[in-house]
């Protein structure tokens, strides 16, 4: 097996993740990802599975172990593409604004966020997902489906390391979700990207991860062969 | 466990609004009669009261305020003489003033309520932002006034400067309380990305709050405009030096009629408000209502324009 070095991977030790000391959601999570792996996290909700992808971001401290993000706790600007449960468009803005601010994250300085290749690559993303004709339209007259296209636009242009999904593939239609899923699972693999990902659907969840964990009490338990996840509607 | 439901609790939980807005009712009630020490006999002469000075000194408004002035002679052609009456000069200032004034509060107040929001600035930043906006908050305008119209001398630039720094504090409050609306998911991702300072606050948040910045800097102007007539009883400029100078002689009814002229250019005021903020609508199509609905409750509003097809 070929050791990765600290600054490629993604790790979680002796995690204890909640809002509060006293109320803590899951604990004991000891978590190594390696370049071009895909996760996903399957669980009842309100266990903790948000939480989870939030303390990877880094929008929440853990209460208990260490978090390493290529390196670093909290990573690098532009190293982490967050598609939140709620997408967290801009709705006044336009679909190009959206676009544009993971760009910039991912391709710019924080004091000067201007450069011509952000325009580039927001263009190819926004193309990707097929809402070229929509380039100007604030986010406010986009359907459902179409606002969440444009959330994982909005994170490929980034061209993070490491995604973090939370249920980014809800709300679409089999078609759009076919081509939005493969175009998600191509970077990953093509960029050795990592990703996170939060999926209430089991089989499909299996579909595109590599590694499956299931989220049961306060434990996180990984899914290998001959363990069957509690409360799972697999046939056959 | 379950909890068991007791008679008293749910008569409280049914009950628990009416009777907070009653108690708060009948606390202000008795407050009221221990401030005005038990002598509501002169509430009950008040209608009296008003209909005589309404009578004898308000009414008919007398209109001689928008003939031009004798001095200097107007050059306007006869149907626009008007534009040489006190009211229409002292609304323009004061409208100028205002304007100005909404223009650069909005802008130096904008970083300020940054600083002061609580959910993207820590507590050591926003603490001492929100005393500094309290702090120009806390004199009103009036007195600001006063303080230039010494520092300056009277005129409009002393209502500039009065009403700018006045707005810095107040538009300062309304723009960090709708910063702090702002959806978590949205600052969510602009941190995970790694956003500085100055992209998230003008890339995330301000497009964002737009529609609220929008109406508030709106009703900022409406409100300035609204004290300009208050400042310029200080001699810092305006409609409000004409109305000084006639409260002083006594002439009410020139006055009644510069207060329904400045009611008028509110109600415009109010008017553009909802026509700028119809394009940050969520809905589509946003029904205009003719404009005397203004003065009408919205729901009355809504259903007078049903009947209509």
């Known amino acids: 097996m070929v050791e990765v070095a600290e600054n490629d991977i993604v790790q979680g030790h002796d995690l204890a993740i909640g809002y509060a000391k006293d109320d803590v959601l899951l604990s004991g999570i000891n978590l190594t990802l390696k370049p071009g792996e895909i996760v996903a996290i399957n669980g009842a909700s309100g266990i903790g599975k948000t939480t989870l992808l939030r303390t990877f971001a880094g929008l929440l401290d853990p209460i208990k172990g260490q978090v390493n993000i290529f390196g670093k706790p909290k990573g690098n600007r532009g190293e982490i593409g967050y598609i939140p449960q709620r997408l967290g468009l801009i709705r006044h803005a336009s679909v190009n604004h959206n676009v544009m601010l993971g760009a910039k994250a991912g391709h710019t300085s924080a004091w000067f966020p201007f450069s011509r290749v952000c325009k580039i690559h927001a263009l190819e993303a926004i193309e990707s997902v097929g809402l070229k004709h929509k380039l100007r339209t604030p986010i406010r007259k986009l359907s459902g489906g179409q606002q969440r296209r444009v959330a994982v636009a909005r994170t490929l242009a980034q061209k993070p390391r490491l995604i973090l999904a939370d249920e980014f593939l809800a709300e679409l239609d089999e078609e759009t979700l076919n081509i939005v899923m493969q175009k998600v699972l191509t970077y990953v693999k093509e960029n050795n990207a990592i990703m996170i990902l939060v999926e209430h659907d089991f089989e499909r969840a299996m579909q595109m991860a590599d590694r499956l964990f299931t989220a049961v009490g306060d434990k996180l338990i990984e899914i290998g062969e001959g363990i069957v996840p509690p409360n799972s509607t697999i046939v056959g | ?309």
């Open chain 2, 1 to 309: 466990m379950e909890e068991k439901p007791t008679p008293l609790l749910d008569v409280w939980y049914q009950w628990r609004y009416p009777m907070i807005f009653l108690t708060l009712f009948v606390l202000a009630v008795g407050v009221t009669n221990s401030t005005i020490e038990g002598n509501w006999q002169k509430l009950f002469d008040s209608p009296r009261n008003i209909q005589t000075f309404f009578s004898e000194s308000l009414w008919p408004p007398d209109w001689s305020v928008v003939d031009p002035q004798a001095y200097p002679v107007c050059e306007k052609p006869e149907a626009f003489d008007f534009m040489c009456s006190t009211a229409w000069i002292g609304t323009l200032e004061t409208l100028k003033i205002a304007f100005v004034a909404t223009v650069f509060g909005m802008i130096i107040s904008y970083p300020i309520s940054i600083l002061a929001a609580e959910n993207i600035s820590p507590g050591w930043v926003s603490y001492p932002a929100r005393i500094f906006l309290a702090a120009f908050r806390s004199l009103p305008s009036i007195l600001w006034a006063i303080l230039f119209v010494i520092m300056v001398g009277l005129g409009p630039m002393a209502g500039i400067l009065a009403m700018t720094l006045y707005t810095v504090g107040y538009l300062g409050k309304l723009q960090y309380e709708a910063i702090e609306g702002v959806a978590k998911p949205q600052l969510d991702a602009s941190r995970a990305m790694g956003h500085g300072w100055l992209e998230r606050s003008f890339g995330v948040i301000l497009p964002e709050s737009a529609n609220n910045l929008i109406s508030q800097a709106i009703f900022m102007f409406e409100y300035n405009f609204r004290h300009g007539t208050v400042i310029g009883i200080v001699g810092a400029g305006g409609i409000g030096y004409y109305i000084n100078l006639y409260l002083k002689f006594l002439q009410y009814d020139k006055v009644f009629a510069y207060v329904i002229i400045i009611f008028i250019v509110v109600i415009v005021i109010d008017l553009l408000s909802k026509f700028v903020r119809s394009f940050f609508r969520d809905d589509k199509k946003m029904r205009k209502h003719p404009w005397w609905t203004i003065v009408l409750p919205s729901g009355l509003t809504i259903k007078l324009m049903k009947k209509k097809p």
